[in-house]
């Protein structure tokens, strides 16, 4: 799914890897990079359940920013790109 997005929208692509376990997600982070940069959130470790997925995206120096579920909103709608942090 990420790698499509990447194909659709390259620098303007927005992941968002919150907790979960396995590595996929550093495959699609990884293509969202090869295709333009775009941008990689990954959900903080003391937040989550699990922190296999953002861990490995982290680990992989994927991630753009590590944040708690509370700032990710905030982040999300004021990244670069964002068209001024108007709701979605």
């Not at 990420?2 to 550093?26: E, P, R």
């Not at 296999?52 to 990710?72: E, F, K, Q, W």
Request: hydrophobic share 45%; proline share 2%.
């Amino acid at each position: 799914m990420l790698g499509s997005l990447a194909v659709a929208y390259g620098k303007n692509t927005l992941a968002v890897i919150l907790t979960g376990m396995g590595t996929d997600g550093c495959t699609g982070c990884d293509r969202i990079r090869a295709r333009g940069g775009g941008t990689v959130f990954v959900q903080v470790a003391a937040s989550g359940a699990v922190w296999g997925m953002p861990g490995h995206v982290s680990g992989m120096g994927l991630a753009d920013r590590i944040l708690s579920l509370s700032a990710m909103g905030r982040a999300i709608r004021h990244r670069p790109g964002a068209g001024g942090g108007e709701a979605l």
